[in-house]
């Protein structure tokens, strides 16, 4: 094997294989196909938990649960099959990003929150074989629908899915059909005779595949309550944000190296050489390469729309009446989801910054049984309105947010600068010892990225919508500096798209 490139010890590192190259595992695939499926199985009509086990299999149950149902209902293995996604593009290496918790109280970074995470870098290719083994009309039409599902919604696979990351594109080269019942391709395929792949043998397109085993006919479940369907509708925002003050989103790059970076960029010959403190995050082949260009990453993106729509919510409840003031305190007000409910600090179970999903697990199970069906059920009815939306601890997001980037034609059209900053002794007034540092920020730029709203709750399209605004108006900031001029985007929406 040859050796990959050198790795950085981080608190949550990619899978590599065997010759040091990140994969997909196959299982992370399987419960993405998976997921995908159930989500739509509980929407459409014609559709049941009896077609999902069907294709995708069933456990094992317990004896008695086994003696109450028929033979044929029995466990039966997956007749989807698949395989870990190798890198099919060149390998260049990872790219390590700094995370930090937010205390929701405060707006800043929380203490002891501090970590961070590898990434496969955006572009990367990877290849995947699936197999459908003894799988009838209606196992096809199930998984056509599941795959044409994902190449149409924005969803992604591994960790951080929400703020930007693992976004899939799928492009499906062609559908091979082998016919086992042949001899001669039987025995062809047992033998794997020089000559013979399974890649390599001819079949239809996937267009024409999924033309011809896509159901007709397909509409919604009247009959089925719509709190129970799982994705009605994806609405995405698309939208421009334009730099107005310099703007920074601290990248990792050591100092020394930074400074070298830029001046090769700038062509420059700078006398200090104890090189850049904090610079931005870009994308690219390299530095000095001529694609290399600023990128805002979807989790930072994430915690400012987050913390301003939460704000938002905040600033609502002060509109209402006196007497329904507590009342609504407990539906709108948005809390804090790190905020550990057992912390002998904070003496009332109903305080307003007790995130409501820790809140009931910390309630025990006899709780909830009293007066709800099961636990999910409790937790979204309790949960305020930031926890529904913005997700928690107990329940997932249902916002996607994805990294900004500079559109194609518009690469050359942004700036950089290097500021020098010194803290100052509020004593004497003067400069303090050891304390210079500097920063290079992008001066100006334009980015382009989307959020994704999922569900059938019209209040959080409102809610976006009122973020859009301030957006437009200037009022949201990001990155470093923020009460030093930093920071500051004019955002302007550029289409919605409803699927």
């Known amino acids: 094997t040859v050796p990959g490139p050198e790795r950085l010890d981080t608190d949550s ?8 190259k990140p ?3 196959a299982t992370a695939i399987g419960g993405l196909l998976r997921g995908t499926a159930e989500n739509l199985i509980t929407a459409l009509n014609g559709w049941d938990e009896d077609d999902l086990r069907h294709l995708f299999g069933a456990e094992r149950e317990d004896d008695d649960a086994r003696r109450k149902k028929k033979k044929e209902d029995w466990h039966h293995p ?4 698949l395989h870990d996604a190798t890198l099919k593009s060149h390998w260049h290496g990872s790219e390590v990003r700094d995370g930090v918790g937010i205390d929701r109280q405060r707006a800043s970074a929380r203490e002891h929150a501090l970590y961070n995470y590898e990434i496969v870098p955006a572009g990367s290719e990877f290849s995947l074989l ?3 083994r003894d799988g009838d009309k209606k196992d096809r039409q199930l998984l056509a629908l599941t795959l044409e599902a994902l190449s149409q919604l924005p969803t992604g696979i591994g960790a951080k899915g929400n703020s930007g990351l693992g976004t899939l594109k799928l492009e499906i080269e062609k559908v091979v059909t082998l016919d086992l019942t042949q001899k001669d391709v039987l025995f062809k395929f047992l033998k794997q005779e020089p000559g013979f792949d399974l890649k390599n043998e001819c079949g239809p397109t996937w267009d024409e595949w999924l033309k011809n085993n896509l159901p007709k006919g397909i509409a919604l479940d009247q009959e089925k309550p719509p709190e129970t369907w799982r994705i009605p509708q994806a609405v995405t925002f698309t939208y421009r ?3 107005k003050d310099p703007l920074l989103i601290r990248g990792r790059e050591a100092p020394e190296s930074a400074l070298q970076d830029y001046r090769e960029r700038k062509e420059l010959t700078l006398g200090d050489d104890k090189g850049i403190d904090a610079t931005w995050i870009g994308r690219g082949d390299h530095p000095t390469a001529p ?3 600023p990128v805002l990453p979807g989790s930072s993106l994430r915690g400012v729309f987050r913390s301003h729509c939460e704000r938002i919510l905040r600033t609502l409840w002060w509109h209402h009446v006196s007497g329904e003031r507590e009342k609504y305190r407990r539906v709108v007000i948005a809390s804090d989801p790190l905020l550990n409910p057992r912390d002998t600090s904070q003496k009332d179970d109903n305080c307003h910054l007790r995130s409501n999903g820790l809140w009931i697990q910390s309630k025990g199970s006899d709780w909830w049984k009293e007066k709800y069906s099961n636990e999910a059920i409790a937790v979204w009815e309790n949960s305020n309105l930031g926890e529904r939306m913005w997700g928690s601890s107990q329940w997932k997001s249902r916002v996607l947010v994805s990294e900004a980037e500079i ?3 518009e690469k050359d059209q942004w700036g950089e600068l290097l500021f020098q ?3 100052i002794n509020r004593f004497t007034g003067g400069a303090s010892d050891q304390k210079l540092f500097n920063a290079l920020a992008v001066t100006h730029a334009t980015f382009e990225g989307s959020i994704t709203v999922f569900g059938n709750e019209p209040w959080m399209i409102g809610l976006v919508a009122l973020l859009f605004k301030d957006l437009t108006d200037g009022l949201i900031r990001a990155g470093s500096g923020k009460t030093r001029g930093r920071g500051l985007f004019e955002g302007c929406l550029e289409k919605v798209e409803v699927k």
Do not use: C, Q, T
């Not at 590192?13 to 040091?20: E, G, N, R, T, V």
């Open 291 to 293: 694609n290399w260009v």
């Open 78 to 81: 997956s007749r989807l099959r």
């Open 407 to 409: 559109p194609d034609g």
């Open 241 to 243: 944000l334009k730099v």
């Open 421 to 423: 900053n010194v803290a």
């Open 13 to 20: 590192p990619i899978k590599l294989d065997s010759s040091d």
């Open 23 to 25: 994969y997909l595992p």
């Open 130 to 132: 699936m197999e459908l």
